[in-house]
T-cell receptor
Framework: EAQVTQNPRYLITVTGKKLTVTCSQN?????MSWYRQDPGLGLRQIYY???????DKGDVPEGYKVSRKEKRNFPLILESPSPNQTSLYFC??????????????FGPGTRLTVT | AQKVTQAQTEISVVEKEDVTLDCVYE???????LFWYKQPPSGELVFLIR??????QNEISGRYSWNFQKSTSSFNFTITASQVVDSAVYFC????????????FGTGTRLKVLA
C-alpha cells in the first residue's frame, strides 16, 4: 500500500529536549516536505527536499533541522524545542513534475506538545 | 510573493444546499499549479484536484466542481447538494516556478454541513 508514515503520532516533551520525528514514504517520490498546522494559520511549510542531499527552507524553518540521506526518509529534528513549536506536524511526499505539479501524499500527522 | 487567501474561515450550511469555497491566489509566475485538499474531522489530508495555469477549463466531478479564472486569480470550489460527510476543513494551495519548490497553503475554510 502506497503510504507516508510518521512516528511518533503523539509526543509530549519538555523545553530543550532534542527530539526527532521520522517520516518515510514507499512511493519512490523525489519531493518530501514538512508542514506545521496551527489554528487560524493553515498549513505552513517548514522544509522541503527535492531529492537526496537536497533540502531547502520553507516559510517557517526557524528552530527546525532536516536531513535527506535516503530517498525514502526525511526526518524532522528539533534540537531545542520550545513551547511555540507545539503544533500538529505533517510530512508529505510527491513526484516532481516540472516544479511541483504533482499532488502531495500526506502522513497521518504528529501532534507535538512542548511544555 | 506567493500568497493564497481563503477569506471564509467557517461556513455552515444545511444539508442539500449548494456551497462555494473561495480561493484567491497571488503569484508573479505565469506557470503554476493550484490544488484543493480536504481534511475531514479524522485529521488526514486528502487531495481533491490539481489545475495548472494553462488549463482554465472548469471541472466537475460528481457533486464537486471547480471554477478557475486567471483574470481574477481565483480557483473556487463548489459542492452541490452538500452532505454531512462533506463537513471538513478545505485547503487551497499553490506551487509555481518562481525559483523555489515551495507549496503555499491557504488558511483553510471549515465547512459544517448540518443535517
Amino acid at each position: 500500500e502506497a503510504q507516508v508514515t510518521q512516528n511518533p503520532r503523539y509526543l509530549i516533551t519538555v523545553t530543550g529536549k532534542k527530539l526527532t520525528v521520522t517520516c518515510s514514504q514507499n512511493m519512490n517520490h523525489e519531493y518530501m516536505s514538512w508542514y506545521r498546522q496551527d489554528p487560524g494559520l493553515g498549513l505552513r511549510q517548514i522544509y522541503y527536499s527535492m531529492n537526496v542531499e537536497v533540502t531547502d527552507k520553507g516559510d517557517v524553518p526557524e528552530g527546525y533541522k532536516v536531513s535527506r540521506k535516503e530517498k525514502r526518509n526525511f526526518p524532522l529534528i528539533l534540537e531545542s524545542p520550545s513551547p511555540n513549536q507545539t503544533s500538529l506536524y505533517f510530512c508529505a511526499s510527491s513526484g516532481l513534475a516540472g516544479a511541483t505539479g504533482y499532488e502531495q501524499y500526506f502522513g497521518p500527522g504528529t501532534r507535538l506538545t512542548v511544555t | 510573493a506567493q500568497k493564497v487567501t481563503q477569506a471564509q474561515t467557517e461556513i455552515s450550511v444545511v444539508e442539500k444546499e449548494d456551497v462555494t469555497l473561495d480561493c484567491v491566489y497571488e503569484t508573479r509566475d505565469t506557470t503554476y499549479y493550484l490544488f484543493w485538499y480536504k481534511q475531514p474531522p479524522s485529521g488526514e489530508l486528502v487531495f481533491l484536484i490539481r489545475r495548472n495555469s494553462f488549463d482554465e477549463q472548469n471541472e466537475i466531478s460528481g457533486r464537486y466542481s471547480w471554477n478557475f479564472q486567471k483574470s481574477t486569480s481565483s480557483f473556487n470550489f463548489t459542492i452541490t447538494a452538500s452532505q454531512v460527510v462533506d463537513s471538513a476543513v478545505y485547503f487551497c494551495a499553490l506551487s509555481d516556478f518562481s525559483g523555489t519548490y515551495k507549496y503555499i497553503f491557504g488558511t483553510g475554510t471549515r465547512l459544517k454541513v448540518l443535517a
